[in-house]
């Protein structure tokens, strides 16, 4: 992207200014040219020091008995807050009822996700990586209450019991609620290591009261979102955007932007041309009636087949483009002579199409900068607004709301609508707050997109008809500027079906031009699960095996006990192998993403040639179960999601311009086409895994599986309603 001088715009995301340390949404962590253990220590010069209570940075009591659990993840629908809550009650013993929830400030030297080493909610790693956290806030502060009673009725704190945010002595008959002993035990240090229940003594957690704090305020509209703020003398902004990916502004002409009523400024920023008003409809009217001239000689200006076209070119390996091997064992040059079983997909772009599109409050006040948004890495936020307001990312406060959806949009590493609403704020200037809105329009067509892919796959049987050879070859734009392109084929070579082939080769070719994509929920795993999936039906299919059965004697051999645990309990769930109705098939899928095992059995039946889906059985194994009712809600969720996305959805270039704006041409799933939805969930007491994605991924390859036993047709792209499909 060109800033107005025609120099390019300084960003957070360059080879230069990144290093590749960990995980953020199935990704990385983003170090900005300094060592990991450095990171906390940059983003934090010029912070305020946090407003911390006397037990911590996680958990309040006020004096009329009320637990605030501080959640340092973006509740952006997913159901975090309740799970994290649940932890801090449980060793806290505090009355449920009583207990409340409410986002951190953004801190990254407090509030970091510990498996990302900043202040971000992606990966599912929200429960996973606060469940010691979060629980050592609520034993350390019960520990403060207990001593805190012990020292007041001067007996032995072993003879205090907590239940329910009272404390007691069972000897004495003594009692006093938490607010009764707040005084006493801010006085004493929270110990470093307190003392955690085993999973037998939970009382809370795993039980079906562990439920969601905010479905109140959802329901009767109290929840406060992005574009519910309304600040004093707040202007609100729209920016006119290139049609083409790569194009910038070449000249424009705001005279009839400025006659419109209630607009206050027109200028231009790095992305395109903002109009600034007095209100949103007055900007709108603004932005269309300005003139713009775009320079397109650097944008993209292909159609999805030809890009499509290119990436099958790439694959068979013509061109200058090289690939990157991914992973490699044996010797797969030697190893691919005789019968081969050959396929290939094709895989769409993806919008996010979160009900709440694109928005930010900004107010820039020289070198210091107020964010009022659904902010999902604090942190990337931080420092792509101090790049753009030239200060430093402590200087940036964030205050982050409750988000109408993400599915990774709001993850951006460009932080792009954020640096969007900043440049325009700067330029607004004294501290006056400036709304940025982008209408549905503007999300859909100025967005990041789940990565356009291609994959050929070959596959060598032995003679039980079991994968002994395995080639995967793929091609989609990388998600990260620097770095392997893992993500085309996430956790590809740890698939057991790959995994027990003697020869693999795995390699992704990474084509680089404008169309920008980012994380999609559950990232790399839509692509790998359904392409392998599909694959070991079909090889299922040409064994002469059902394709439980295929898939549980490759489980046994590669000693699998997770996947095959979840495949039983669907397939026992689903009544696998016994008949349905005519015209009506079951489809299998099992997966794994962010630590969790997922197996989906979904009935379908073809309706002319379209897949209509009624029932869809899932079993889970997630580790520990924090909150089972969220469990349940988050496979709901992420099967919906997944349907949607493979019936309907697909981001279509013409000319380079998005064609597909709205739901008219980017039709979701309709309330009347979702499936009864069953989720059972393995019994554990493994730490947590991640929930709030592993349901999207499995539910596609299910449908086409299902489509193959109805048809004996294979899929080879997505989605099914536009599916080539062949014999």
Request: hydrophobic share 40%; proline share 6%; net charge neutral.
């Amino acid at each position: 992207m060109d800033d107005i001088a025609g120099k390019p715009r300084r960003s957070l995301i360059t080879r230069r200014g990144l290093l590749v340390a960990g995980g953020i949404g199935g990704g990385t962590a983003l170090v900005v040219g300094v060592a990991a253990a450095n990171l906390t220590n940059i983003i934090s010069i010029g912070a305020e020091k946090p407003d911390l209570s006397a037990f911590g940075p996680f958990v309040r009591i006020t004096p009329d008995g009320w637990v605030t659990v501080v959640n340092k993840h973006q509740e952006m629908g997913q159901g975090a807050h309740v799970a994290l809550a649940a932890m801090v009650a449980e060793e806290l013993d505090a009355d449920w009822d009583k207990v409340r929830v409410e986002a951190a400030p953004a801190n990254t030297a407090v509030y970091k996700n510990l498996s990302m080493g900043m202040q971000a909610t992606g990966g599912s790693t929200a429960t996973a990586n606060a469940w010691d956290q979060f629980r050592r806030a609520g034993a350390a502060a019960r520990a403060m209450m207990v001593a805190a009673a012990a020292g007041t009725w001067q007996v032995a704190a072993s003879e205090i019991k907590v239940k329910n945010g009272v404390v007691s002595h069972p000897g004495s008959g003594r009692t006093a609620p938490f607010a009764q002993l707040l005084d006493a035990a801010a006085k004493i240090a929270p110990p470093q290591s307190p003392q955690l229940k085993s999973p037998d003594q939970f009382t809370l957690i795993g039980t079906d009261r562990v439920r969601r704090k905010d479905s109140l305020a959802k329901s009767t509209g109290q929840e406060r979102y992005t574009q519910d703020v309304l600040l004093p003398d707040m202007l609100t902004a729209m920016v006119a955007h290139p049609p083409q990916f790569g194009a910038r502004v070449e000249s424009f002409d705001g005279a009839a932007a400025r006659l419109v009523a209630g607009v206050v400024d027109v200028f231009e920023i790095p992305s395109g041309i903002a109009v600034v008003a007095s209100h949103t409809y007055a900007a709108k009217k603004g932005r269309d009636a300005l003139k713009v001239t775009w320079n397109t000689d650097k944008a993209e200006k292909r159609s999805t087949g030809e890009l499509l076209a290119w990436y099958r070119e790439i694959a068979t390996g013509k061109g200058k483009l090289k690939p990157e091997t991914i992973h490699k064992s044996g010797k797969p040059d030697k190893a691919f002579s005789g019968e081969v079983f050959e396929t290939s997909f094709d895989l769409p772009y993806l919008a996010h199409a979160a009900m709440e599109p694109m928005n930010c409050v900004a107010q820039v006040d020289g070198t210091r900068v107020k964010l009022t948004f659904a902010s999902q890495i604090q942190t990337v936020d931080q420092v792509n607004t101090a790049i753009a307001v030239g200060t430093l990312p402590g200087m940036v406060e964030i205050e982050t709301l409750s988000a109408g959806g993400s599915f990774g949009r709001r993850g951006s590493l460009t932080s792009d609508y954020t640096v969007e609403c900043v440049h325009i704020a700067k330029k607004i200037g004294g501290n006056r707050p400036v709304k940025l809105v982008w209408t549905r329009e503007d999300d859909m067509s100025a967005g990041c997109y789940r990565p356009l892919s291609h994959y050929q796959v070959s596959v060598k049987t032995d003679a039980d008809g079991y994968p002994q050879a395995w080639r995967h070859i793929g091609v989609a734009q990388a998600l990260m500027p620097v770095g392997k392109n893992t993500a085309a084929v996430e956790g590809l070579g740890k698939v057991p079906y790959v995994a027990m082939a003697t020869d693999v080769d795995i390699q992704v070719y990474s084509p680089r031009f404008p169309v920008p994509v980012s994380f999609w929920r559950s990232v790399g795993a839509t692509q790998t699960i359904m392409v392998t999936e599909h694959v070991i039906d079909q090889l299922a299919r040409r064994a002469g095996r059902d394709p439980a059965d295929y898939r549980r004697e490759i489980y046994r051999r590669m000693g699998d006990s997770r996947r095959l645990a979840v495949l039983d309990l669907a397939c026992q769930k689903a009544g696998w192998g016994k008949p349905l109705e005519a015209g009506w098939a079951r489809g299998l899928a099992v997966g794994e993403s962010f630590g969790t095992v997922v197996a989906q059995v979904a009935e379908v039946r073809l309706v002319d040639g379209r897949p209509v889906v009624r029932r869809v059985v899932g079993a889970v194994d997630c580790g520990l179960a924090v909150a089972p009712d969220q469990i349940a809600a988050q496979m709901e969720g992420g099967t919906a999601f997944g349907l949607s996305a493979a019936l309907y959805s697909q981001i279509l270039l013409r000319d380079g311009q998005v064609s597909n704006t709205n739901f008219d041409s980017y039709p979701i799933l309709r309330i009347n086409e979702m499936p009864i939805v069953e989720t059972h969930i393995l019994p554990s007491t493994n730490k947590p895994s991640g929930m709030g994605e592993p349901g999207t991924p499995v539910i596609a390859p299910a449908v086409a599986n299902a489509i193959l036993a109805l048809t004996g047709r294979a899929t080879r792209s997505l989605p099914f309603i536009d599916a080539e499909v062949v014999s």
